[in-house]
Each structure stands twice: as structure tokens, then as C-alpha cells.
């Protein structure tokens, strides 16, 4: 059960110094920060995992190292699961705060995507209700669809996450920003970047 909550947390998954106020997005940041998110989102719909974590925010490694997190991905792929990605759309650029020498910003998206499950690991329909209630508390029963005969669900959510670089480079990468996963971006998103941008 651990191994499915850590892969549900991949899925939904892939000091200070110099602290300013949340502002908004400097426009030269928009337009790579697209074509890196389009490189992330790509590198998932093809099943390329180190491409995925490539692009994954580096300071989550200090947590979890990058080679466990691609012996997971690849395991559950061999294991039966099949991540299909739909629409991304990039909503709104919500604001920007640079902190740590690095540029902090945060965006809203909407997105679909279809998980498939086969296999003995996901045969038991105590492990798929779990998945269930997993993924309609992280995006919504009413975003979830459950084919129960298929072992798949349709996933359409919108969602919000933080593109990170170092001042004066355009090396954008990612991290999702939900609630579920508060503990972990304590330890990796500087505090004032995380109450700049609290709902």
C-alpha cells in the first residue's frame, strides 16, 4: 500500500535571500516557461520518465532521490499501469516571487489524462477503490470517471503548479502545488513563495 501512495503522489505526479513580494510575471519568463512545460507534459505522454524528471524540480530529489523515483515509474509501468495524456492548457500566469536566487512562479492549468491498469498488482478491487478515492479527493468526484470493466479512470482537473529557475536562466522546471502535498513543498518551496501564493 505504501508503493500505491507513493505512485499516487507521483501521478498527481512528475534559507532566504533576496526575498520579493509576490508581482506579477515578467513577460520574457512566459513564453519558455510554454515550451518547457510542453517538453514535460510531451516527455509523460510518451512514457519518457527521466525526461519527465529531468524537468522535475530539483530540490524534490533531496527528498526523494531521482533513481528511486525512475525505478518506481518504470516498475509500475511494467506492473500494469498505462498513463495517457489528453488536453494541457496552460489557464493563467499567477504571479511571480524570486527568492533563494531563483525565480518562483506559479501558474494554473486544466489537463486530462486516462490512467489504465492490468495485471495481477492491480487486480484486487480493494486496490482499485483505494485508487478511487485517491484520485476523487486529489482532483474532485465530479472530475472522475471510473470504468470499472476497463480498470481506467478519465481524469479532467484543473490544477496548479510552480515553475522554478535560477536569476538569469530560462532552465524552467516543475512542481505540482496541491494540497496533498503540503508536507513536501514545506521542505522544498521557500515559505514566502508558498503563503505569497495561498488560496
Known sequence: MRKLSFVLFLVSAVGLSSLAA???????????????????????AKKDWLGVLNLTYD?????????????????????????????????????????????????????????????PSFSDDNVMGYMKTSFETTYGAENVTF?????????????????IAPVNSQEWKFVENNLEQQIILEQIIPEPVRTAFDK
Do not use: C
Not at 26 to 33: C, S, T
Not at 90 to 115: P, R, S, T, W
Open 59 to 119: 530540490s524534490l530529489f533531496n527528498l526523494i532521490p531521482k533513481e528511486q523515483m525512475l525505478t518506481l515509474f518504470e516498475q509500475m509501468e511494467s506492473e500494469g499501469m498505462e498513463i495517457n495524456m489528453g488536453k494541457f492548457v496552460i489557464k493563467d500566469f499567477v504571479g511571480q516571487v524570486d527568492a533563494n536566487k531563483q525565480h518562483f512562479i506559479n501558474l494554473n492549468y486544466q489537463m486530462e489524462m486516462e490512467l489504465k491498469f492490468s495485471g
Open 147 to 163: 470504468d470499472k470493466e476497463a480498470s481506467s479512470f478519465q481524469i479532467k482537473a484543473d490544477k496548479n503548479l510552480y515553475a
Open 22 to 44: 509576490q508581482q506579477t510575471v515578467a513577460d520574457q519568463f512566459k513564453a519558455p516557461i510554454n515550451d518547457r512545460i510542453g517538453l514535460f507534459f510531451d516527455a509523460t
